[in-house]
């Protein structure tokens, strides 16, 4: 059953046209990955989620009710958006009191997270010297103080550093390990990739992809084989003439739409030495370029 | 709503902002009546009353709801504030009564402090005191007027959502503005939001012989001035794009 649901969802501000008739589901227990080049809608999409944005049409519900209509809202939807907003003067800690204190959310709790997120030590300082990692951080102990059963988060690997980066991927799947909805944004496929299950891909406003990473960005340019061997003309001769697709390389040789056994085979009926060889890990990248239409 | 309240309180009182302002409210009224009381000799008891409803504490606190909403743009926390609670009507309301609140709380504060201090001058002198009851009726006018301004700075923050510009237009309204209004045109005057109808509330002694509106009226048309603002700072809240 669906936690989240978008249904046809249209924004238009003024004469830009930022989401246009978008419809995706996110499940419980999954980490969904939103991708979408700059500018796809993928921020637009999940304030409408977050009542921030009145849609122009269409629906963005939590198991059928909008956000504005769930009661104590942060007890069942955490939200981390982009450049996490502070008043400056206001500590860590009193920031987390005054929102558990809107949420009806133990006192304990804040003392909970700002540990969760590892910013306990700096909770009395004023976020006004805190780092952007430390922000985002402190946007991610707020998103967790009413343990809720599903996270938004719009690109939170912004400003953390590869252990932040690190961390925040592992917080993810361990949030969705324990049965919660996490959909997490990014226009950079490789920051999610290694921590989604499912993909929902968006370019200019539409829906591109949905489904899992492999269903998604798996694309149908079946196996690559890359090889290097002594006589690369000799090889790429006899592989074309068997019907392959031979790239010349710095290194040797990219055969398209042939298995490592396949080329090893070859190589060894033609008699040439084989210096190494290694199926090429298809590059999602690409599938994710072709897929949004982005070919910068 | 009370649970909501009870975080916009918090929020005021951590960060240094309404701590400064109370003490530049404290301070300020006090000097001006140590100074009267001291300086002059020959005050009435009529000249007393008014002096104790010369304190700071309205300015400060109009200033302090305007900086309580347009500062959630200022800052971008609106954001988080309508994500934490997103009846914004609510919302807007609880801010409203909370700034109505520490309106209160901070003119009881600097009102008793500079009553108590007037007196121990005056009597200490031998010279004219007011009684209890006169006291307690400044008290609550006072009272009524922050309240009413703290309300009504934070829908005036609520519509012109530049803190600075917000801030600086409301000083220009209220210490040029209404005075000349009330200058060329008292009887439209004394209808204003910061000084004329306040002014009503206080009973101040009118000045030039033009005549401010009797408490009970001047107290509606106060609130008359909130309603109108919240109104519109509602209207317009409802429909915005927190982007
Ligand atoms: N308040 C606004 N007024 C006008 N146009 C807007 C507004 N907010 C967003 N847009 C436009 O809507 C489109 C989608 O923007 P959005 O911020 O949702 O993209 P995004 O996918 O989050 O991009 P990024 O990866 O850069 O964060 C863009 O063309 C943007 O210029
Ligand atoms: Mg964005």
């Avoid at chain 2, 000083?171 to 009887?187: C, H, N, Q, S």
């Avoid at chain 2, 306040?198 to 106060?222: C, K, Q, R, T, Y």
Wanted: charged letters at 20%; glycine letters at 10%; proline letters at 4%.
């Amino acid at each position: 059953m669906a936690v989240v649901e978008i249904k046809d969802l249209h924004k238009r501000f003024g004469s830009v046209n930022a989401v246009k008739g978008l419809s995706f589901e996110v499940e419980a227990g999954r980490v969904t990955g939103f991708l979408g080049p700059n500018g796809a809608g993928k921020s637009t999409t999940l304030r409408a989620l977050l009542g921030l944005v009145r849609p122009s049409a269409g629906t963005a519900t939590f198991g059928g009710r909008r956000y504005e209509e769930l009661d104590r809202p942060s007890a069942h939807v955490g939200a981390v958006l982009e450049d996490a907003a502070f008043h400056p003067g206001r500590t860590a800690r009193n920031h987390l009191r005054v929102l558990a204190a809107t949420g009806e959310h133990p006192a304990g709790r804040v003392d909970e997270v700002l540990s969760i997120v590892g910013i306990a030590d700096a909770a009395d300082r004023r976020v006004k010297g805190y780092s952007m990692g430390m922000r985002q951080r402190l946007a991610i102990a707020a998103a967790l103080l009413g343990d809720p059963q599903v996270l938004i988060l719009d690109e939170p690997t912004n400003g953390l550093d590869p252990p932040g980066i690190s961390w925040m991927r592992d917080l993810l799947r361990h949030q969705a390990a324990s049965g919660r909805a996490v959909l997490v944004s990014s226009h950079l496929l490789a920051e999610v990739a290694q921590s989604v299950d499912d993909v929902v891909v968006i370019s200019n406003g539409e829906l591109r992809g949905r489904g899992t990473l492999d269903q998604v960005l798996g694309g149908d340019d079946g196996p690559a084989t890359e090889v290097k061997v002594q006589d690369p003309e000799r090889l790429a001769s006899a592989l074309e003439g068997r019907g392959h697709h031979v790239e010349r390389t710095a290194d040797g040789l990219l055969v398209l739409g042939a298995t490592p056994e396949q080329v090893g085979g070859i190589a060894a009926e033609e008699q040439v030495v084989v210096l190494g060889l290694a199926p090429r890990a298809r590059s999602l990248e690409a599938a994710f370029f072709a897929l949004t239409g982005d070919g910068r | 709503m009370s649970a909501l309240l009870r975080a916009e309180l918090l929020k005021l009182r951590t960060t240094r902002t309404f701590v400064t302002l109370v003490a530049a409210a404290l301070v300020l009224s006090l000097l001006v009546v140590v100074l009267t009381t001291l300086l002059t000799d020959d005050l009435s008891e009529d000249d007393l009353r008014s002096l104790f409803t010369a304190d700071f504490s309205s300015l400060f606190i109009l200033l302090l709801g305007v900086m309580g909403m347009a500062g959630e743009w200022r800052h971008r926390t609106i954001t988080s504030t309508v994500l934490a609670a997103p009846n914004r009507l609510a919302l807007l309301a609880t801010k409203t009564l909370s700034y109505a609140v520490a309106g209160a709380v901070l003119s009881l504060v600097v009102t008793v402090a500079i009553m108590a201090v007037g007196t121990l001058i005056q009597s200490a002198g031998g010279e004219t005191t007011i009684g209890i009851a006169d006291l307690a009726d400044v008290l609550w006018r006072n009272l009524a007027v922050a309240a009413l301004l703290g309300a009504f700075g934070v829908c005036i923050g609520g519509l012109v959502r530049n803190q600075v510009a917000a801030m600086i237009g409301l000083l220009v309204f209220a210490f040029a503005l209404e005075p000349a209004i009330m200058g060329v045109a008292p009887d439209v005057g004394r209808f204003g939001p910061t000084s004329g109808a306040p002014n009503g509330v206080l009973a101040v002694e009118s000045f030039g012989g033009e005549d401010f509106l009797a408490p009970g009226i001047a107290l509606l048309v106060m609130a008359a001035w909130v309603g109108v603002a919240f109104a519109a700072a509602a209207a317009l809240l409802q429909r915005r794009d927190l982007v």
